[in-house]
């Protein structure tokens, strides 16, 4: 039987890794991007093992006690991150050059001394030092998305020319790039066996290179896994005998032996706002998809149950956002159903990351293929 997933962010993406390998045919339905198109490039949230080849196809690494740096200036932990971005705890007592580029979006003086002054740093004698690099060939790139200019380095010209200037500049241990390094091409790895140190990046914007980059390896992924890809917007769900029916806006009902929902949070559109907003007035929260249990906050329900009662946005803070969601077993079966499974920010009361969604999705896309 057929597996169907719901989302194509990194919980949808590792549920169809884990029912292809169970043996399930998987169809994946998903609308516009969600948080994993946004995300920064980090991965945060791991704690189990993760299958190499899902990792090597997504291009992250894995790493215990890795360090990133992120555009705002800050080094940081993080269980792994997006193969392109330099992992600074490998470059413990050394001397690391950040790259001086006058590009509105990048302060490269302020950015060296603010890494500089970490805390890490401080502890670990890793010296920030700024090296100017004419990366600019012309005027306006100072003003461009940084996926567009991350784009512009895959020109087949520009990875060679980069390589000598690095070459040309011999004295750092390793080379920190605003997030440039290329969209398609692995231009870290070729930048870093050329220069014969590891250069790599800081933390992406939202919607920046990284999660071009995780778009793009997710779709040959799927591809070569022979994973039925649909467009649109799924609006509601049934379930009876034995059977998941989905439908998308008028279209004839989609169905399969066992659903897996990775429909995201409140950034990828599977959780919505309900109920009253104005002023101090109750609100609570639903499922963007009709036919499936509440959401839940905390183990209370999350959806208003009159205009009076809801959930007080207000008096209990933005933190609440992250703990609502779906409950589930601990192989992604959504409670009170049998044929439901859940991975992601979908599922609460769990902290948003991609460790979560992947270690989710791997857990619920095995258990509804099992089911299918
Ligand atoms: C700006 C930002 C930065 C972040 N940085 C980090 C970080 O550094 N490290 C880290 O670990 N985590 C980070 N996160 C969190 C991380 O990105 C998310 O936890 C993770 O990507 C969630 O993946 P997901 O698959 O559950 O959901 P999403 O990626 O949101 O995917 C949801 C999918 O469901 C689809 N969908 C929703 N409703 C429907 C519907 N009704 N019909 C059809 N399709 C539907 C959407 O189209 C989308 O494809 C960040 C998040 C944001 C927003």
């Not at 800081?202 to 022979?226: H, K």
């Not at 706002?273 to 929260?285: I, M, R, T």
């Not at 933190?319 to 609502?324: G, K, M, R, S, Y």
Request: aromatic share 6%; hydrophobic share 45%; proline share 6%.
């Amino acid at each position: 039987m057929k597996v169907l997933i719901v989302g194509a962010g990194f919980a949808g993406v590792a549920a169809a890794f884990a029912a292809r390998r169970a043996g399930a045919s998987v169809t994946m339905v998903a609308g516009a991007p969600g948080a994993s198109a946004l995300y920064c490039g980090a991965v945060d949230g791991v704690d189990a093992e993760l299958p190499h080849e899902l990792l090597q196809a997504l291009g992250l690494r894995l790493a215990k006690g890795a360090q990133v740096a992120t555009r705002e200036g800050v080094v940081r932990g993080s269980s792994g991150a997006d193969s392109a971005l330099l992992n600074l705890a490998l470059l413990a007592g050394k001397r690391v050059a950040v790259v001086d580029v006058p590009r509105d979006d990048w302060d490269g003086p302020l950015l060296a001394r603010s890494f500089a002054s970490s805390s890490w740093a401080r502890s670990t004698e890793t010296r920030f030092e700024l090296v100017p690099l004419p990366l600019l060939e012309k005027g306006h790139q100072r003003r461009v998305s940084a996926y567009d200019f991350a784009a512009g380095f895959e020109r087949p010209e520009r990875p060679a020319w980069l390589a000598e200037l690095l070459k040309a500049h011999a004295g750092p241990d390793a080379w920190l790039f605003g997030p440039w390094l290329g969209l398609k091409r692995s231009l870290a790895a070729e930048l870093s066996q050329a220069a014969g140190v590891p250069v790599g990046e800081v933390t992406s914007p939202p919607g920046g290179p990284a999660g071009a980059r995780f778009e793009l390896r997710r779709d040959s992924l799927l591809a070569s896994l022979g994973v039925e890809r649909v467009t649109g917007r799924v609006t509601d769900v049934e379930v009876a005998s034995g059977e998941v029916a989905l439908r998308l806006g008028g279209q004839a009902a989609m169905r399969g032996g066992a659903l897996v929902l990775a429909t995201g949070g409140f950034v990828g559109g599977g959780i919505a706002l309900s109920g009253a907003l104005s002023g101090a007035e109750p609100a609570g929260f639903e499922l963007s998809i009709r036919g499936l249990p509440p959401v839940r906050l905390q183990g209370e329900p999350a959806q208003p149950v009159s205009s009076l009662f809801g959930v007080d946005l207000a008096a209990r803070g933005r933190a609440l956002l992250e703990h609502v969601g779906l409950p589930t077993s601990r192989d992604g079966r959504v409670s009170g159903t049998s044929l439901v499974f859940a991975a992601g920010d979908v599922v609460g009361p769990v902290p948003p990351s991609v460790g979560q969604a992947l270690q989710s999705g791997l857990r619920a896309g095995a258990a509804a293929a099992g089911t299918a």
